[in-house]
């Protein structure tokens, strides 16, 4: 057994444990991704870093030595963690109204976490399939609006007018647009409630728009 | 204390306002202030789709939306000939009279009885308790308290269970005593001050607190001075808005007379609770007894809820479609703090041509003003010390209970 502080909380586990099993034992969180536990602990996604004597090392792969001094939190991992998704993200084929995982997504509850807009709210909203108002022909903004909400205007049924404002990723504008094309929605009514809340329209989107709609 | 001025920043009010009090030779003049910036709504509408106009209609504020938004789909329906069944109309009115409940315990407990007492820790702790318990069965009906779309013109978009309807019904009755208590706690400690109200004259729906109705294309005004149909294209004839150059809102007169809408306008027009002679004459005669109004009806609106909701449990509510493409329409409700209008003319494309939104804190802004400028003078031949004045100024703006997002909606653009 071996003796180490997490947040100055002093916990004793076994000479092979990794650092996250320690910061579970002191009964704090890091947040993760990629970790499985008895499964997966490859430390790819770099999302469970945390200071190990001051060195910053992923918790889920880090072996825990005897006086290890570990910090679960402080400006610098949360920089850290939130720069790592965000490039995690930005590989990711953003494609909320149609994947299945919804509300079970990983992603999306780590980007309310960390606080990165780059989710949209169809991550959240409970209607599927046929029940999905873009698939029903009305232009909801779900798919093109920032998650967070928890979808309450979907869930009650009505649209989503786009509240939030925009998710910043071009590439969800663009699955978005080609979503709304593919459903037969007019460029004048997306565009009619697209300036309810974004009265100026990014010079980008409206190119998408333009680019999508012109076939 | 011949000549002063006085600016009164006001705290515990919605939004942000100022009271100016001139005191030059003996002449007083009061100025009500709104000091929010302009935000034109009324425009932001205009060129949209009719359904889309109730959700940006419901943003003009965040205490009460619902009110704004009914308004909204109300006018919509009358302007497009839509007409709603009786579980919809009734459901709307269960959640407007909600609202109007969560709004009377804030202002009461926090924002008004602050100048009357100390406020005692369990009062506040029941009145967090009950605005929660008012909330969540708003939450069932509206989905939530700020900005709701349960439905569009035409009715509700998903039906309400009723098993959810039964739980709401089983807590309000719940926390209807403890309504009763915090009632019964206000109306001993608040000890309006005498003055006398310099325009007497009030205005609230003939038909609260049933739903309002139109009675052949109409709605029916009550007032001391008689009944008023008022509908699309005779409300401007009665309702005149005028933009004073020291406030970012608007005034309004009703027929050319200063006059006060809100609960004590309610309980006068309709007579809905019996009450004594000299509680009526205090009533009628003081503008501070708004508080006591609103504490009253309060208390019969708890008991009023339930009853409704028990008469629509497990009646599922209808959707009605439109049957002509464009028209005017115009409609009334009694919001929170009065009566609240909206009117809309649809054009046949299905988009809102124009919009006009009149608001409580509109119409009764040149009420707070007369009123004021009768205390000033009293207080003033009485020889009181300015802070005196500023004390009792406040409390009489304050007890009117204005709400300035909503009163700054539209201005003019010359």
């Not at chain 2, 100022?18 to 009324?42: D, F, H, I, P």
């Amino acid at each position: 057994m071996v003796k180490v502080k997490v947040n100055n909380v002093e916990v004793e586990v076994p000479q092979e444990s990794y650092i996250i099993d320690a910061v579970e034992k002191a009964g704090f969180k890091v947040p993760l991704l990629c970790y499985l536990q008895g499964l997966f602990n490859e430390a790819t996604c770099r999302i469970c870093v945390v200071k190990a004597n001051g060195r910053v090392v992923p918790a889920c792969r880090y072996p825990v030595q005897e006086g290890m001094n570990i910090t679960t939190s402080d400006d610098e991992l949360e920089k850290m963690r939130k720069i790592n998704f965000e490039l995690l993200l930005a590989t990711h084929n953003i494609h909320c109204w149609d994947c299945y995982r919804k509300s079970t997504c990983t992603l999306s509850s780590l980007s309310k976490e960390l606080g990165v807009e780059g989710i949209p709210v169809c991550s959240e909203c409970p209607l599927y399939g046929d029940e999905c108002l873009v698939n029903q022909g009305i232009p909801c903004l779900g798919p093109l609006t920032v998650s967070g909400c928890d979808a309450e205007c979907t869930r009650q049924g009505a649209l989503c007018i786009g509240c939030r404002g925009f998710v910043s990723s071009r590439d969800v504008w663009r699955n978005a647009i080609k979503f709304y094309r593919e459903n037969g929605i007019r460029r004048e009514d997306l565009e009619s409630i697209i300036t309810i809340f974004w009265i100026v329209l990014p010079i980008k989107l409206r190119e998408i728009i333009d680019e999508v709609y012109k076939h | 204390m011949t000549s002063y001025r006085l600016e009164l920043e006001l705290d515990r009010v919605a939004g942000e306002s100022k009271v100016n009090v001139y005191l030059v030779n003996g002449e007083v003049r009061v100025e009500y202030a709104s000091q929010l910036s302009e935000r034109l709504l009324e425009r932001l509408v205009v060129g949209r789709e009719y359904r889309y106009a109730p959700y940006i209609v419901a943003r003009i504020c965040g205490v009460c939306s619902h009110a704004h938004f009914w308004a909204s789909n109300l006018a919509i329906e009358n302007a497009l000939g839509i007409e709603v069944d009786e579980v919809t109309a009734e459901l709307r009115d269960i959640c407007n009279k909600l609202q109007i409940i969560e709004n009377h315990l804030v202002h009461l407990i926090f924002l008004a009885l602050p100048d009357y007492c100390e406020l005692e820790p369990e009062v506040i702790t029941k009145a967090i308790k009950v605005r929660e318990i008012v909330k969540n069965a708003l939450n069932t009906i509206c989905g939530r308290l700020s900005s709701p779309q349960p439905y569009t013109p035409g009715g509700f978009i998903k039906e309400i269970s009723r098993l959810h309807i039964e739980k709401t019904i089983k807590s309000i009755e719940e926390s209807t005593p403890i309504v009763d208590e915090i009632i019964e706690y206000v109306l001993s400690r608040v000890n309006p001050p005498s003055v006398n109200d310099p325009s007497p004259i009030y205005l609230a729906l003939s038909s609260f607190p049933e739903k309002s109705v139109p009675i052949n294309g109409s709605y029916v005004l009550v007032s001391n001075e008689g009944y008023f149909n008022i509908n699309e294209e005779n409300y401007l004839n009665y309702f005149n808005e005028v933009k004073p150059s020291y406030s970012n809102s608007k005034a309004c007169v009703f027929n050319g007379k200063i006059f006060f809408v809100g609960a004590r306008a309610r309980l006068l027009a309709n007579k809905y609770v019996e009450l004594d002679s000299e509680l009526l004459e205090i009533l009628r005669s003081n503008p501070y007894s708004n508080i006591v109004a609103k504490a009253i009806e309060t208390r019969y609106l708890m008991r009023d809820i339930t009853y409704r909701l028990r008469s629509i449990c497990g009646r599922a509510p209808r959707r009605n479609t439109p049957s002509k493409k464009n028209g005017k329409g115009l409609s009334v409700i009694e919001a929170p703090r009065g009566l609240l209008i909206h009117y809309y003319e649809v054009d046949e494309n299905g988009k809102i041509k124009s919009a006009n939104i009149i608001t409580p804190t509109v119409m009764f802004a040149k009420h707070v003003e007369a009123a004021a400028e009768t205390l000033v003078r009293r207080l003033n031949n009485e020889g009181n010390e300015t802070s005196t004045l500023t004390k009792y100024v406040e409390m009489l703006v304050r007890s009117y209970d204005p709400c300035i997002p909503c009163a700054v909606h539209v201005v003019k653009v010359s």
